[in-house]
């Protein structure tokens, strides 16, 4: 007999139009009276996710959590999905949809002794193909999703979704929505019915949602009465895995091999400070584990496992699927920012801790030289630029200047001072920029010592016939001095972009944060143009001289930095470009003083690439992302690439997610000036016509990026670690150490060049540690994980894309594989 499996469930945002503690307490009438339900109705089931939901009712009404535990054992409630949250599907690394699934899971484990074997993630805005490969380890063998509601290509409703290592899982999309009205459930049912004649099973969900709700009596006793009906279906209350399990005895699933998306592509972009405090939280947290690992495997530091849940507890709750996207109301935006910064101030503490650890055993320093110590917490040679500050034993009044040199066991390196971030007029604080390779997971160890000099030396660069022509042996670099934007960027003698790049566009927008009316910002309306210099002499701050607005502002052995000021009806921008004396990555910053109303803020890069292919990092793999001007979400970094031309550019970026390209030409989103939690309803205007109302991103934001540039194979296999190299940034401090203690060397090393350690941690359960690889090209390759202090030396092999968890066991001295979830 066909089936209809009825999904009851009551769709419930801790944030939204509201703030948490709003959804905590509908939460608590949600739960309360859902309860109430499965214990009057024989036969009926309620379903419930996110442990964030739990949590609160275990702490405020522990009455009712003890109810629902005993609902549960009685399969009258379902633990469903089995996440912390329903987070975004897009921004999240994978690191971070794993840490999703274990919070949720260990917590569900632990109070119901429940493991769905379904995923659900109604809501969110559309879902990576990473999340495949990650569900399937984390023990999933399905999944439901709702947007995007329509997707060209998409096989059927019902298909089997294949992740970037080829593994699959059986998918439901869900038609009709994640809800219904009050009283209408009956209705949405015997809809679906007569327009599915053909169909022999199906799945609806029900029950008042958004703000929680659920089922009512009046739904229930409607369905009742439908059940008896003879309309030639069996209707049943039922589980997500209970559909899965029938639909796939009844049918053979079709196959899809994409991202879902895309779906609401403003989300991409809006609330930009949400989308980097998340990505420094990210950063922090799985730097500040790896640096705690180390110095827990060598100098016997207690890992403080607790206080690191804390963060990551702010850091997941972040992700939620309308914090994240940026469309929550403005109270709901400063919340969210406050909890980044919580989990942020935790990890500060705790990285300092492992920091002085792991400073064990490093010399006193001779009289007149100051010490950096830089930890690099990758386990792989990293080859950077080093900045740090440090104070002059005295201040120094004569007319004379200090500069600093950093020295590596008696070396001299390339070093260059810089201005530094105190504006006080007075040679005392000092910042020296200097080159190095770090040694892989361990504290590196350099001395500046004070060269006396009557001045800081002047920029040698100069403008000639209208621009500046920065060269080296490998690198070409043009800036125009009368537009502030680059006219060439040439590597290796080939020329890789077109004149007039990191132009600031301005594009045609509106009120909505979502914009769900469009997959792409086509329409140039305007753009940031270089200011006269009487005016970006005024907007500097300068008052004693006029200043070109193209200027050369640091100039020495490591960079050459040049800075413009640009100006748009009521916003401002300082364009700052770091070009470096030996390598052939640019890094731009972009500072923004944002005063629009409905437009969008993007920086375009015009390559001389014209049909290339566009792909993006993503949650554990690469995105091939769409060239035709859609809107597009990725990660870490993007690259255009032709393969006929073996050229490839690649840009990497700090907390930045949208974009899109089309022509050969990259256009990063940087900014938007939408409304706060606004979007079309009918004919009706976007936002109320009768008041001043705040607008999204409003006042200064900054962004940084790094672009490169060369062959399709050198920057595919370069391009991941430099990424996280930029993101989890290796930490230097001044310290004079008292030269005590034992000094300690690599805590770990991977010997290739490409594959990474994405978390090096302490198991969710027991003592050992969890090291955690990815393969990020799409080519098999093995590598060998080194863990000196332990004589361990083990070969690991991983296919293309692969994701392959290993625990380390300290008192066997044993590194063997383990599940993605460490159990």
Known sequence: MKRLHLLSNAHLDPVWQWEWEEGAAAAVSTFRAAADFCEEYDGYIFNHNEAILYKWIEEYEPALFTRIQGLVRAGKWHIMGGWYLQPDCNMPSGESFVRQIAAGRNYFREKFGAEPRTAINFDSFGHTRGLVQIMRLAGYDSYIFMRPESLEGLPADDFLWQGFNGTEIAVHKISGGYNSQLGKSHEKIRAWIEEHPAEEVGLILWGVGNHGGGPSRYDLDRIAELMQEPHGWEIVHATPEQYFDDLQQRKKLPSYER??????????????????????????????????????????????????????????TGQFHDILPGSSVQAAEEASLRLFDHGLEILSRLKARAFFALAAGQPKAPLGEYPVLVYNPHPYPVKTTVECEFMLEDQNWAEQFSMPAAYQEGRRLPSQPEKEASNLNLDWRKRIIFEAELAPMAMNRFDCRIEMLEAKPAPALQSEAGSFLFETEELRVRINALTGRMDEYTVHGISYLKPDSFASLIM???????????????NIVGRFELMEAEQGTSFSGVKHTVLPSVRVIEDGEVRTVIEAVFRYQDSFLCQTYKLPKRGTEIEVQVKVYWNEKDRMLKLS??????????????????????????????????????AAADMAVTCINNGQYGSDCQNGEIRLSLLRSAGYCAHPILDRPIVVQDRFLPRIDQGERNFTFWLNAGTVSARREAIDREATVHNEQPFALSFFPHGGGKAVGTALELDDQVIQMTAFKQLEQGDGYAIRLFEPTGIGRTTTVRIPALQIEQQ????????????LDLKAGKLTATTLLEA
């Open 605 to 642: 890069i015009p390559t001389v690439i014209p049909q290339g292919a566009y792909r993006g990092q993503t949650a554990y793999g690469i995105s091939e992302l769409a060239a035709n001007g859609q809107e597009c979400v990725a990660q870490r970094w993007v690259a255009l690439e032709s």
């Open 796 to 807: 690991v092999e991983l296919q293309g894309f692969e994701i392959k968890t290993l625990k």
């Open 259 to 316: 991202d879902l998306q895309p779906r609401f592509v403003g989300c991409y972009t809006s609330m930009i400070r949400i989308k980097q405090k998340h990505r420094r939280l990210e950063n922090e947290l799985f730097m500040t584990e790896k640096m705690l690992s180390a110095a827990a495997l060598q100098s016997g530091l207690a890992y403080p496992r607790a206080e690191l849940q804390e963060a990551q507890q702010d850091l997941l």
């Open 508 to 522: 045609e927008d509106n009120e909505d944060p979502w914009r769900m009316d469009t997959d792409c910002f086509p």
